[in-house]
């Protein structure tokens, strides 16, 4: 990045226009550095993906010496017609509210000088969001009442004027920012993320909350991840759904959205505890919502990450010593979703679990289709092809949720030469598990728990739970 007197000093957020193919950066200054003025929002650009970007520009002018900005978050406007590369700038002014600023000249300049007010008071967590209209949101968690909120408001002309608030959701919990006061001394909070269906205008949100007041009671479910959406243009929006589904009090927190261009799936990701029966080592889960007309079906809980990892905080002198990350990024094409977040599972020199961001690229499901389904007993043949495609099933889902491919026994099998045998059924048996485990979910039972080579008949119950097992973890 170019050096700049301001710096960069975190709270870093991309996004990019679509037309010109432009990256914007915004981030926050240093604000650990008490000789130079935080009242403004650098916002960085680049015209080659990233290679190089700009010297920055203050994208929230007319704030005074001693006004820190905080907590930034950046969009474009993507859709055609009106307002088409418009970029909106949100913000915090520290111990007042939330504002806005836009450019219409491609990041040059922005305005209005002193931004628009969205919200004043005990605010925190903006995030803007672009309708297919060209219509504006801005989100935020509402401190300022009980029970807490997540709170919008939406802007018809482009950013220039905001109608009322309108309430989300209200939370259980109510520590500082939505905080869950999760193991480990790190700082968590209730956050919203938004986003647009680009074809039929549904808003899709996702936070975290917890299951009582205060979250650290005794028995409370610290932090769950929760789903709503608005079919109306935010007017109203549908009961909460929860999205994590390891039926544990283990902890889930601070989700990340995105959604297919085509307006056919979404995925959410975040951090979760499910695997660690003390609720203490870190991985990162996501799901898949598929997306017809206002119905959204999630699939099954899968694991990202490769390996847990502990808190790691406080090894930074450039932040407060219990920051570990106040949110994360997903973006989508019609073919994959791209997620990144902080991973603690690497040590360098100086420290033994040292904070990386690490990058996923995921690939969109495709829904297991099978030969001879159903099977029938006594009537279907068990064939090579039903262990060849659960096979290629088994290691698609192995492979989403964090394993290796597994290796088998006879790999290729020959329609009509290859004798069906025990061992493979029992060997996708045991490559399910795996995955079974790496969701923190139970194992299933089987027909035949031994299969004894040789003694054991192959049947067809054998091969319709396998594929029933793997539809459930889809």
């Not at 990019?16 to 193919?21: A, E, H, T, W």
């Not at 907590?71 to 859709?79: G, L």
């Not at 219409?104 to 672009?130: E, K, M, R």
Request: charged share 15%; glycine share 10%.
């Amino acid at each position: 990045m170019p050096a700049d007197a301001s710096g960069n000093g975190g709270d870093p957020v991309l996004t990019r226009d679509n037309v010109s193919g432009t990256i914007y950066l915004s981030t926050v200054t240093n604000l650990s550095d008490p000789t130079i003025s935080h009242n403004r929002i650098q916002v960085f650009r680049s015209s080659n993906d990233g290679a190089t970007f700009t010297f920055p520009v203050n994208g929230a002018p007319g704030f005074a010496t001693g006004d820190v900005l905080d907590k930034p978050w950046i969009a474009v406007d993507n859709f055609s017609g009106t307002g088409q590369r418009n970029v909106y700038l949100v913000f915090l002014k520290a111990n007042s509210g939330i504002f806005l600023t836009r450019s219409t000249d491609g990041g040059v300049t922005w305005g209005p000088s002193g931004g628009t007010l969205i919200a004043l008071g005990t605010v925190q967590g903006a995030f803007v969001a672009i309708g297919p209209d060209h219509a504006v949101y801005v989100f935020w968690y509402e401190g300022s009442f009980s029970p807490r909120q997540i709170r919008m408001r939406k802007s018809t002309n482009l950013g220039v004027g905001f109608g009322p608030v309108i309430t989300v959701t209200s939370l259980v919990g109510t520590g500082a920012n939505g905080a869950l006061g999760l193991n480990g001394g790190f700082r968590t909070n209730s956050f919203p993320q938004a986003a647009f269906n680009p074809v039929n205008g549904n808003i899709y949100v996702i936070y975290n909350d917890c299951t009582a007041n205060p979250c650290t009671t005794t028995g409370a479910d610290r932090g769950n991840i929760f789903f709503r959406q608005s079919t109306d243009d935010g007017s109203t929006w549908s009961a909460a759904v929860k999205l994590n589904d390891d039926n544990t009090t283990r902890d889930q927190w601070q989700p990340a959205l995105a959604v297919t261009p085509d307006g056919s799936r979404l995925f959410v990701g975040w951090y979760d505890r499910r695997l660690d029966p003390a609720n203490s080592l870190i991985n990162t889960f996501g799901v898949f919502g598929t997306i017809s007309g206002s119905t959204v079906t999630f699939g099954s809980n899968f694991r990202i990450t490769t390996q847990s990892f502990p808190v790691a905080i406080g090894q930074d002198p450039g932040v407060l010593p219990d920051y570990m990350g106040d949110y994360d990024m997903a973006v989508a094409d019609n073919s994959f979703f791209y997620y990144t977040w902080g991973d603690n599972r690497g040590s360098n020199s100086f420290h033994a679990n040292q904070p990386d961001v690490r990058f996923k690229k995921i690939s969109m499901p495709v829904p297991f289709t099978f030969t001879d389904d159903p099977l029938t007993a006594q009537v279907t043949p068990v064939k090579a092809v039903h262990i060849t495609e659960l096979r290629d099933d088994v290691n698609t889902l192995r492979s989403r949720n964090g394993l290796g491919a597994f290796t088998y026994t006879d790999p290729t099998l020959t329609v009509g030469a290859t004798q069906v045998k025990a061992v493979h059924v029992t060997e996708l048996r045991t490559a399910l598990n795996g995955v079974y485990d790496a969701q923190g979910k139970a194992q299933p039972t089987y027909t035949d728990p031994t299969i004894t080579a040789a003694q054991t008949v192959i049947k067809k119950a054998h091969i319709a739970e396998i594929r029933s097992n793997v539809k459930a973890v889809e």
